[in-house]
């Protein structure tokens, strides 16, 4: 457990502060600005493939509940397209009959709907006060040596983003990072610079604590659970 003299210690030797994070503030991409890789005259439309698993996703929802698919689809559009441009919005909106407006609402709400081209490999860090005393800072100044970009940008060749990130709920493993749909946890910069390279060398890197503990358990082993669990009622009465 960190002490108090060591949490004041990381506060007062950091003045990055909460008013000057570089998370992205969501609310910037509530208005559409054509460009030229976003604009209605690029169509959009799902592959054959997606084509079927829409079908299976709605057959999930009750008759006139459709709508209920609507983070299911755009979260499929994005993994066909990349990224989430406005004709995959409107595309979403014509197969669940729903207004544009209903699926602009969503798209812009939920962070994790990229609505600007992103990297083949998006890197999420979390630096959040947990993962921030455990040196989320030392992450992402490696993954900015390491990647040549800054935060909120994407390389040249277009295979990285960078983001900083508010929790990802993995808090007991900081400091850690996303990439793409998976975790990266307990991390050192040693840490992030293999986990770099091997995606480089097109290795996908074993998801979890890069520790030697096993998921969330205590760093120093277990402390208590150690041994197999009584049977239903044992000794949870005096007469069993």
């Not at 209920?68 to 989430?84: K, V």
């Not at 990647?147 to 940008?153: A, Q």
């Not at 995606?199 to 041994?227: C, F, H, Q, V, W």
Request: with cysteine; glycine share 6%.
């Amino acid at each position: 457990m960190l002490s108090l003299n060591r949490i004041v210690k990381c506060l007062v030797s950091n003045s990055r502060t909460f008013q000057t994070s570089a998370v992205v503030k969501h609310d910037t991409m509530f208005n559409h600005r054509d460009t030229k890789e976003d604009n209605l005259d690029i169509k959009f439309e799902f592959s054959d493939e997606n084509k079927k698993r829409i079908e299976a996703i709605l057959a999930i929802y009750p008759e006139g509940h459709k709508r209920a698919a609507m983070i299911p689809l755009l979260d499929l559009a994005q993994r066909q397209h990349g990224w989430l441009p406005i004709s995959a919005m409107h595309k979403v909106a014509d197969v669940l009959d729903l207004p544009k407006m209903r699926v602009y609402e969503v798209a812009t709400f939920y962070t994790m709907f990229m609505r600007k081209p992103t990297g083949k490999y998006h890197v999420q860090v979390c630096t959040t006060t947990p993962c921030w005393l455990r040196g989320s800072d030392d992450v992402m100044s490696c993954l900015k040596k390491k990647l040549n970009i800054g935060v909120g940008e994407t390389s040249k060749d277009g295979q990285w983003t960078l983001s900083e990130v508010e929790c990802l709920g993995a808090c007991v493993n900081a400091p850690m990072m996303q990439v793409n749909d998976d975790y990266y946890e307990d991390l050192t910069t040693k840490d992030v610079e293999s986990i770099i390279d091997d995606l480089k060398n097109g290795k996908i890197p074993t998801p979890g604590p890069r520790s030697s503990r096993y998921a969330s358990e205590p760093m120093d082993g277990l402390t208590s659970l150690k041994e197999e669990p009584y049977g239903p009622g044992f000794k949870v009465r005096p007469d069993l």
